[in-house]
């Protein structure tokens, strides 16, 4: 009679496992990290520049230092390991005018670009690069509960590359106001930005208009 095998343990199986478990954790740690390349092509030099994820509740410290970021410089910012995609900016100038861009996902997009009035931070599809946008009517009711007049806003669907003409023209949107813009059928996606009877600017990107119309600066 033959002796019975008994089953080779599975050791050289866990063994591969538990090699493979640090790689897959580096890229989910690696996913997570919404450091990003900045570059300034405002035409100004930038003084100060917070960078935050979006669910900090503080700015946190100067990312430039004393020496700021000349017109055309570049300068790699670090962000949390663990700290998300979505990161918020602030940016102070050398002559005084903040500026603030919102929610960039900055893992989708590793090279943020400052510039005005040409599109800044925004990553471009080719025809070939992504799904088909969606299609409808889009509208838009811009709601300012902040507590400064806004006295520009500029609404360019998002695969646009310039911002376009300013859609209040002479009007502005008192504190409490709300402003109606009429925008042409077609693409749902939309990017917007407002600047402020103070000089700061301020962008949301990537809207769906034809989902949700009404949108609240503050």
């Known amino acids: 009679m033959r002796a019975r095998?008994?089953?080779r343990p599975a050791l050289p199986l866990l063994a591969l496992l538990a090699l493979l478990a640090p790689v897959s954790d580096a890229r989910a740690?690696?996913?997570?990290?919404?450091?990003?390349?900045?570059t300034n092509r405002s035409g100004r030099p930038v003084e100060r520049l917070y960078a935050s994820p979006v669910s900090a509740r503080q700015w946190g410290e100067n990312r430039l230092g004393a020496a700021g970021l000349a017109e055309g410089g570049s300068i790699a910012i670090r962000m949390p390991p663990t700290g998300g995609c979505r990161t918020d900016l602030r940016l102070v100038f050398r002559d005084g005018p903040t500026?603030?861009?919102?929610?960039?996902?900055?893992?989708?997009?590793?090279?943020?670009?400052?510039?005005?009035?040409?599109?800044?931070?925004a990553l471009r599809h080719g025809p070939e690069g992504g799904p088909a946008p969606v299609q409808g009517r889009p509208g838009l009711v811009l709601v300012n509960d902040g507590n400064r007049a806004i006295r520009e806003l500029y609404a360019s669907p998002s695969s646009d590359n310039d911002w376009g003409e300013d859609r209040l023209g002479r009007d502005t949107v008192?504190?409490?106001?709300?402003a109606t813009i009429r925008l042409p059928a077609g693409g749902c996606a939309y990017d917007l930005r407002v600047v402020w009877a103070n000089g700061r600017a301020e962008e949301r990107r990537g809207l769906n208009l034809c989902d949700s119309a009404e949108i609240s600066f503050r």
């Open 5 to 7: 095998r008994r089953p």
């Open 174 to 178: 008192p504190p409490g106001g709300r």
């Open 29 to 38: 740690l690696e996913e997570l990290d919404g450091s990003f390349n900045l």
């Open 99 to 121: 500026e603030e861009r919102r929610d960039i996902d900055t893992c989708l997009d590793r090279e943020v670009v400052i510039g005005t009035p040409a599109r800044t931070g």
